[in-house]
């Protein structure tokens, strides 16, 4: 959990005019996220690239769409153009250990997003959502609204990726609780809504009784509801989400989605870039400690006009 003392000097940090055109804010800051086709990486990417640029940096916004040959790539490439630090959302727990460790001993600072990687040490900072937090939130709310016997559906994200076995397990953690809820189905659909589509029209077509879906990002609850609707089966089918993108609280708004888990993609992505910033100008981390955990939160219906920007909900 992060500390009140972290998130107080982030606060302070994010709360000061930036300042912009600086002789010592001059430099390139590349950042490389995974798809913008994505709108939670998107979003990742324009707000480390609006921060940087405030902050007097030039800015470059790349993808490796999980692909670790393409992201070595923009690693050899922001060597080369000289970044003075990289904000990476890693390919691979595992296989992007090896690109952060060339930066690093390179003299570029790494800022690692969303993902983590699996050894500590290299990266000047990991900050990512709290996602055990997060999927304890939405499971939670699930088991509330599905109540104690159903049948229901998961899916799950990309298995390179840390995050998809930690909301699964979070999920599993709240909901093998219940004897009487029983899942029928747990597919892997690599974060996204074609998968999530095609996977659900399968399952459907196996399992003539679904009463619910917990999945483990918005983009594979979104492919299900279109399999679901498309198959006359979404009303009554409580749908539950994780990211809280724009399309999410769009079907929330339609009652097609029972809920989404909100990441504060917004907040960690600008964060990371203050906390490059700092370091570039005074050679030591602005946080003491390299994984920092940023809490989610629950959109509902009852609080779903408070998402007031992307992936941003008002208090």
């Not at 994505?38 to 990417?45: L, S």
């Not at 599993?172 to 095609?198: F, I, M």
């Not at 609850?221 to 994780?242: D, N, P």
Request: proline fraction near 4%; glycine fraction near 8%; charge should be negative.
């Amino acid at each position: 959990m992060i500390k009140f003392t972290k998130r107080a000097l982030l606060a302070a940090a994010a709360s000061l005019p930036l300042m912009a055109g600086t002789a010592w804010a001059e430099g390139l800051i590349s950042i490389i996220v995974t798809d913008p086709a994505n709108p939670y990486w998107f979003t990742e990417g324009e707000v480390a690239k609006e921060t940087a640029e405030e902050l007097g940096y030039e800015a470059t916004v790349a993808a490796h769409k999980g692909d670790t040959n393409v992201e070595s790539n923009l690693i050899d490439a922001a060597i080369t153009n000289g970044a003075k630090a990289i904000i990476l959302d890693p390919a691979n727990a595992d296989g992007s250990i090896g690109v952060v460790r060339k930066a690093t001993e390179a003299g570029i600072p790494v800022f690692l997003v969303n993902a983590e990687i699996n050894e500590s040490g290299i990266a000047i900072a990991q900050l990512v959502s709290n996602n055990a937090q997060g999927a304890a939130l939405g499971a939670v709310k699930f088991q509330e609204l599905v109540g104690d016997e159903a049948k229901y559906v998961e899916f799950f994200g990309n298995p390179a990726d840390n995050n998809a076995a930690t909301r699964s397990n979070g999920y599993n953690t709240v909901l093998s609780q219940y004897p009487g809820l029983e899942k029928v189905a747990q597919e892997v659909a690599n974060w996204d809504r074609t998968q999530g589509y095609n996977k659900m029209q399968s399952i459907i077509q196996a399992n003539p009784v679904i009463d619910a879906v917990i999945s483990g990002n918005d983009e594979m609850a979104l492919g299900a509801i279109a399999a679901l609707k498309e198959a006359g089966k979404l009303e009554g089918t409580i749908i539950g989400g994780f990211d809280g993108s724009p399309d999410a609280v769009e079907a929330i708004k339609a009652g097609e989605m029972a809920y989404t888990v909100l990441q504060p993609v917004a907040v960690f992505s600008r964060d990371a870039v203050i906390q490059a910033d700092y370091y570039i100008k005074n050679g030591e981390p602005m946080v003491a400690e390299e994984k920092q955990l940023f809490d989610c939160a629950l959109i509902t219906p009852e609080n779903v006009a408070n998402y007031t920007a992307p992936f941003t909900l008002s208090e």
